[in-house]
C-alpha cells in the first residue's frame, strides 16, 4: 500500500470510528427524547427500554448478528449462516495477526462495530410504542428475538447482498433484469429507510395492536412530562445523525459531505413543514412539534442522504415533516394507542423517504430526469418498501404472539395507574413521583 493510501485508510478509519460513537449516542439520546415525552412516573422505564436494548442487542451481534447480517453463505437471500463468523470468529484478525482488511479498505472490526451500533438504535426505537404498560423482562426477550428475526435478515437482504439488494438474486433484477451481474436498475436505501425505519414503524404498530392501549388511553390527557428533555434529544439525535447518515458514505469524502449537508437541509425543512401543519391544524407551533419534526426529517432522508442534492432534500423533508404530523393523528383515528408517535414518525416518514428517493434521486428519478429508468426506480422503491413492512410486520407478530402466550407482555393494572417505574424497577425519578399523573 502506497503512503497516499495509507494515509487515506486512516482517515476513513478514524471517520468511521467517530461515526460509530456517534450513532451509538443516539440510543441514550432516544431515551432523553422518548423519557420526555411520557409522564413522570413512567420516565425512567422508558429510558431503561432503550439501555436495555442497548445491553441485549450488543452482545447478540457479537455472538451472531454481524454473522447474519454480513455472512458470504446466503439462505435464499433472506438471512447469512448466523455461524459462519459466530462470536466474530476469523473476522478481526487473520492468521498472521493482522487486523483483516474490511470492504472500504480499512479494519473490518471497525465496520462490524458501526453496523452494531445501527442494530441497537433500530430495536430502540420500537419501544416508544409500548410506554407505561409492558414487562421489562418481556422487552428484553422481545428485543433479542426482534433483532435476531427481522433486523439481521433485513440488513442482509438490503446490505448484504440479498433479494432487496442490487445482487443478482434480487428482487430489482428479477424485476428489471441484470447488467454485469447486478440488478439494471438498483434499489437505493442509503443508510436504513426500510431497515432502521420502516421495520421500527411496522413492529411498532403491530406491537399496539396486540399489546393493547393503556387502560387510560384517549380517556386522560397524555401529556409530555419533560419537553425540554424531548428537545434534547432531538438535539443529540440530529447530532449522531451524522454519523447514521455520514457514516453510511463508509469514507470521509464528498459523498460523506453530501450526506451531512442533505441531512442537514431535509430536518431543518422537516422541521418546519411539521410546524406550519400544526400552526393551521392547531393554532400553535408548538416544541413538541419541532422535536418530533426534526425526527421526521431525519427518518424521511435516511435512504436518501446520498443521492439527492441540498435542494431535493429540502423537498424531501418539507413533505416528510408534514406527512409525519399527520400521521401522528392516526392513532387517534384508528384507535390504537402508539404511545410516543413510532408509527407517525418513523413508518409514515420512513416510507415517504424509501419512495420519495425514486421519485427525487439526482438525475435518476421519476421527476429528476431518469425518464423510464426513473419510472422503474420508484416502482423498485414501493417494492421493497412493501417488502420490508410485510416481513416485519409477520415475524413481529408472530414473535409477539409466542411472548404474549408465554411470558405475557401486560404488567398488571395495579402497576400501569400506580407507576411503572416503581413496579418494574422499584424506583422513581422524581421525590414526588408517586402522586404525579
Known sequence: MTDEAMLMSSGNAAWMLMSAS????????????????SRQKSVLNMMMMSFGALGVVSVIYVLWG??????????????ANPFEFFGLKDSIVDSSGAYIEGAAGYANIIDIGFQLTFAVISTALISGALAERVKFSTWLVFSGLWVTFVYFPLAHMVWGGGLLSHSEIS???????????????????????????????????????????????MKVPQ?????????????????GWFGFNGGSAFAADGLAGLAWLNTTAATAAAMLGWLVVEKIRDGHATSLGAASGIVAGLVAITPAAGALTPVTSLILGA?????????????????????LDVVGVHLVAGLWGTVGVGLLATD???????????????????????????FAGLVSWVLAAILKATMGWRVDDEAEFGGIDAAEHGESAYDDAASAL
Not at 441514550?28 to 415525552?37: E, K, T
Not at 413533505?319 to 404511545?339: E, N, Q, T, W
Not at 435518476?364 to 412493501?386: H, M, R, S
Request: charged share 10%; proline share 3%; net charge neutral.
Open 22 to 37: 456517534l450513532v451509538l449516542l443516539m440510543t441514550p439520546a432516544l431515551a432523553f427524547f422518548y423519557g420526555g415525552m
Open 66 to 79: 454481524w454473522s447474519m447480517s454480513y455472512g458470504s453463505q446466503t439462505v435464499a437471500g433472506l438471512f
Open 171 to 217: 428482487l430489482a433484477g428479477m424485476m428489471f433484469g441484470l447488467v454485469d451481474g447486478e440488478a439494471a436498475v438498483s434499489p437505493i436505501d442509503f443508510a436504513g429507510g426500510t431497515v432502521v425505519h420502516i421495520s421500527a414503524g411496522t413492529t411498532a404498530l403491530v406491537l399496539a395492536l396486540l399489546v393493547g392501549k393503556r387502560r387510560n388511553f
Open 223 to 239: 401529556r409530555p412530562h419533560n419537553l425540554p428533555f424531548v428537545m434534547l434529544g432531538a438535539a443529540l439525535l440530529w447530532f
Open 319 to 339: 413533505i416528510g415533516g408534514a406527512l409525519a404530523a399527520f400521521g401522528v393523528g392516526l392513532k387517534y383515528r384508528f384507535g390504537f394507542d402508539d404511545s
Open 364 to 390: 435518476a428519478g421519476a421527476l429528476t430526469g431518469g425518464g423510464a429508468d426513473g419510472f422503474k426506480l420508484f416502482i423498485v422503491q414501493i417494492v421493497i418498501a412493501v417488502v420490508a413492512m410485510l
